[in-house]
């Protein structure tokens, strides 16, 4: 459990998917299941986590090309976002909300009023962004043609995530190998054409819509019922048990002062950040400290084809085009 924080320092612009990614992967290694309830709340949270991710990428790279009140427009509904971030955990960027086997806390009352409140801000916001820029010529000549990257070296590059479905290529996790039930929520996988700078802002804008369709399917699923897994394990008994069940006290100790302990074996699993593939490679010789932690993220691929993608561009095009691929610092020197 005390992994956790260093997850939300990897891509901190979606800090939760990381949170999510890495109990994901520690939950596979015991082969346990998270309540529907989790399973639900992760799925809300992965969306609006996504969603407020790719409006950094797309608002900041504006600034880049001179285009300053679209920053305003993704900021201004992503900072009522971070409100309900702070009510639901206390921070605004590194969340540290899941635990493994489930949540650090259910969600508080009024939760879902706040979210549903929010996603038609962001629909309203991501209009606004559309009107200015979808058909904006100085943003067409700016990024249209621009550093393109076909489907061929996007996938030879490694590229995954908004990037290379900009490429032309239609890999999305949630859909190619679903997990959390997402094979049962009704969305659209955005592909580009052209692989070029405007592709890969205008994926991340429409890829917004589709995450709040997902975010307002699971708002509808949210029932009531547990959050944490009933195995003991990985999870802390109740107070009212630790207080008069001695086995339950011994437990709630272990876990707290030990932590978890899976078997020896290696594990790998992934899961659709915002960026891509958020890999996860964990070996544990069966202590309760990881023997090994191998993060695969998905922007050092993305950057490690930046070099080429320049070649025979304009020095006008570095801006847009490193905005484009939205690296982050986090996860690149991780």
Known sequence: SQVLPYTDRLNYCSAMMNNIGFCKAVEKMFAITVPERCVTIRIILSELSRIIDHMVCVCTNLVDLGALTNFWYFFNVREQVYVIWEKLCGARLTNTVTRIGGMYRDVYPGFVDDVRGVLLKIETAVG?????????????????????????DAISWGWTGPCLRASGVDRDLRKDEP??????????????????????????????????????????????????????????????????????????????????????????????????????????????????????????????AYGDMLTGAMLADVAASLGSINIIAGELDR
């Open 179 to 304: 997990y959390y039930g997402y094979e049962t929520y009704n969305f659209d996988t955005v592909i580009g054409t052209s692989g070029d700078t405007f592709d890969r802002i205008m994926v991340r804008i429409y890829e917004m819509i589709e995450s709040v369709s997902i975010v307002r399917q699971g708002l509808d699923r949210l029932k009531p019922g547990p959050i944490n897994s009933p195995d003991a394990r990985v999870s802390l008994p109740s107070r009212e048990r630790v207080y008069h069940d001695m086995e339950a006290l011994i437990n709630s100790f272990k876990l707290v002062y030990e932590g978890v302990r899976p078997a020896p074996g290696t594990c790998y699993d992934a899961t659709e950040a915002a960026n891509g593939e958020l890999g996860y490679l964990i070996v544990s010789d069966g202590g309760t400290n990881p023997y090994r932690v191998k993060v695969r993220p998905p922007c050092f691929t993305q950057f490690a």
């Open 128 to 152: 606004e962004v559309r009107g200015l820029i979808e058909h904006n010529k100085i943003f067409i000549d700016r990024t249209k043609d621009v550093c393109v990257v076909s489907a061929s």
